[in-house]
């Protein structure tokens, strides 16, 4: 977290030693990326021919794009060349991203070649051959270490003579070969609009042009945030992008140079922006060209299904029931019941609309984030934690403020009021984990625009709060509740069962983001608001007031959450009997290279469904055999906090949140599995 937020800081000090290494004399020692200089094709004179400086690193070496990034300096050039010669701009290939210790690089770690335009003078002679020399200095870097290096380079350009080519055949087809790398120029120039916050750019990109992994690099230096998270649209033909600026970045500029990089085969454009009108909205695209998606009466229906189906989760089932059966209170009229059972929808429905509005703000703002995003934060999952405990404690009986709403002080407002907070509750505490029906409709929500998306998290509302509402509306289900008596103490007694487990998950969840010490003072809090809700209940018992102790268990409880530090991230281990990997981009473009096939799956500690699959499926003897006779490379995506690259995987493959599983076969064929996964399931894909 520190050296996150002092990242400029630490930027500039190391393009200071950078500087300080490229004025050291160089040692003996043989360079880390060796350096050749290579003639094109022939060319008449006064015509221009291609001049490839290539680069070949060692294994684990890389060198640099034109602009380093946010540490590191590019090549530099000091020719030597015949009178009347003269080179161009130098035409580098698409680079790549590394992020190291949160500094992010521009860099090549492979064999790469520098293109550079050679003008033959108009007065040499044809059939001659012409030396040039030139004095190159480049960084050479590891993740860890960096070494100044430099080489005199030689070759000599033919002076052709306007008949057949008299070099060797393969000349021509390995200049084309290091020209396939290089970004194609786009022949429209793009818009830019420049902002104290972020550089935003319109990119004219026909719509049939597939978007994998796009990264745009800006050729101006300490213009924008390197490392920051880039927000890509589609809006008709137009690409927009929008590129968080840096600290300390100049104040203006009339034009900018950039590459788009297409996909993690390092296709790529070249464009230039000017001044211009940048349109904002469009559909928003990530590390993947959008999905095709169901139509808009599909999905409504989809996330109507899931939010039903959400109403089995241990930490909703109580609250329901218990909500349910207050509607068999004696001398209940129908009238009362209904708009009960409409101010709970409505409850509900405003969370799912806040939530969704929220996911959709910060979205547009350009943070990666996605379905239960609120999970991701620490200091969210302790309240959740804190409230969980609190409802078991009142389940139990050991005071009697109650869940939300289930107990009035008698009048229809008060039960109208306490229905729409329980709806409130009950949809904040549902909603972590996106499951069957709901996947499809939560990812196509991040996809389309405002008011269609906004619809399907009213729909996901309407699903979850539908059992209540039936009962509200069909007085032949409310007829056959019970009715009230002592049998409902014993009910809520052991309603408070599968509310203490989901305070226990969610205890565990604790200790899973924060570590032992933060688990701690969290569990520290928990038992001092127990405590203050006990005391709390014992004035209850003896007729005395208590509003004094409820207000102190909410400052205690509120107090202690704000106070709590901000736990770092935890460190990236993962336990598994599969020979598992972290996911990155950057892998799934080398696993897919490699021919064998890829499993990725993405989870979270917060997402039920997630674990009860790696227990049922992923995490299973049947499976390490299969797919290690396969050859399977598998990638493990942890989301339980948040992480930009994740989250733009999930926005390209149309999922809003986790599980997600994707099969990629031998031929590179991704499939999208489903979310509830089946015990043979794994061990099929890898065998057929």
Not at 66 to 92: H, I, K, T
Not at 143 to 148: A, H, K, T, Y
Not at 393 to 408: D, H, I, K, Q, S
């Amino acid at each position: 977290m520190k050296l996150r937020r002092y990242r400029h800081f630490v930027a500039l000090l190391c393009q200071l030693l950078a500087i300080l290494l490229w004025n050291t004399p160089a040692a003996a020692a043989p360079n880390h990326i060796a350096a050749e200089l290579v003639a094109g094709p022939a060319a008449t004179p006064g015509a221009e021919t291609t001049i490839a400086i290539r680069m070949t690193p060692d294994e684990g070496w890389h060198g640099y794009w034109v602009n380093p990034g946010d540490a590191g300096l590019g090549m530099q050039l000091e020719w030597s060349l015949p009178d009347g010669a003269s080179v161009g701009e130098p035409r580098y290939p698409v680079p790549q991203t590394l992020l190291v210790q949160g500094l992010m690089n521009h860099v090549y770690e492979s064999e790469y070649a520098v293109l550079v335009p050679f003008t033959v003078p108009a007065d040499a002679a044809p059939g001659s051959r012409m030396p040039v020399r030139v004095k190159a200095q480049w960084l050479a870097c590891t993740e860890e270490i960096c070494v100044p290096e430099r080489a005199e380079l030689a070759t000599e350009v033919t002076v052709g003579t306007g008949q057949a080519a008299e070099e060797a055949p393969d000349v021509a087809a390995r200049f084309d070969e290091w020209r396939r790398h290089l970004p194609a120029p786009l022949d429209a120039t793009a818009a830019m609009a420049l902002t104290d916050k972020a550089l935003r750019l319109a990119i004219p990109l026909p719509a049939s042009v597939e978007l994998a992994s796009p990264h745009v690099f800006i050729r101006e230096d300490k213009l924008v945030d390197y490392a920051a998270p880039q927000a890509f649209a589609r809006k008709g033909d137009t690409l927009l992008v929008t590129i968080p600026r840096a600290r300390f970045a100049p104040r203006g500029a009339d034009e900018v140079e950039g590459v788009l990089k297409l996909d993690a085969a390092g296709n790529g454009i070249s464009f230039t922006a000017r001044p211009g009108e940048v349109p904002t909205g469009g559909v928003p695209v990530a590390s993947g060209e959008a999905p095709d998606l169901p139509a808009l009466p599909w999905l409504l229906l989809a996330a109507l299904a899931g939010g039903l189906l959400l109403n089995v989760m241990p930490c909703v089932f109580p609250i329901l029931s218990l909500k349910a059966l207050s509607l068999a209170r004696a001398g209940e009229s129908e009238a009362h019941a209904r708009i009960e059972g409409l101010a709970y929808a409505a409850g509900v429905i405003v969370a799912c609309l806040v939530l969704g509005g929220v996911l959709l703000a910060l979205r547009a703002g350009g943070e990666q984030v996605g379905w239960a995003f609120q999970l991701q934060e620490p200091l969210v999952v302790v309240a959740l934690f804190l409230l969980a405990a609190a409802i078991t404690a009142n389940l139990l009986g050991l005071f009697e403020f109650t869940v939300p709403g289930f107990v009035g002080n008698g009048s229809p407002r008060s039960y109208t009021q306490g229905a729409f907070a329980t709806g409130l509750l009950a949809a904040f505490v549902a909603t972590p984990c996106t499951g069957p029906f709901m996947a499809s409709a939560m990812g196509a929500a991040l996809l389309l625009p405002v008011l269609p998306a906004l619809a399907l998290f009213a729909a996901l509302g309407l699903g979850i709060a539908l059992p209540f509402l039936a009962v509200a509306f069909v007085p032949a289900l409310r007829t056959r509740l019970p009715r009230p008596g002592a049998w409902m103490v014993k009910f809520r007694h052991w309603m408070a069962l599968p509310m203490g487990l989901t305070a226990l998950a969610l205890a565990w969840l604790v200790w899973k983001v924060g570590g032992t010490g933060f688990a701690a003072l969290t569990f520290g809090i928990a038992a001092v608001v127990i405590a203050i809700l006990a005391w709390l209940g014992r004035r209850q018992r003896k007729g005395q007031g208590a509003a004094v102790q409820a207000i102190v268990a909410l400052l205690a409880a509120a107090g202690g959450t704000l106070l709590l530090p901000q736990p770092a991230p935890p460190a990236a281990h993962i336990e598994s009997i599969l020979d598992t990997r972290p996911f990155s981009e950057e892998a799934l473009a080398k696993a897919r290279a490699s021919g064998k096939p890829v499993f990725v799956y993405m989870t979270a500690d917060w997402c039920l469904t997630c674990k009860v699959n790696e227990e049922v499926a992923i995490e299973r003897t049947e499976t390490r055999t299969a797919f290690d006779k396969a050859g399977v490379v598998v990638l493990r995506g942890d989301w339980t906090r948040r992480d930009p690259e994740i989250t733009r995987y999930l926005t390209a493959q149309g999922a809003a949140g986790v599980p997600l599983y994707v099969w990629y076969a031998r031929d590179g064929k991704a499939e999208q599995l489903p979310q509830v996964l089946t015990p043979a399931l794994l061990a099929e894909k890898a065998g057929g």
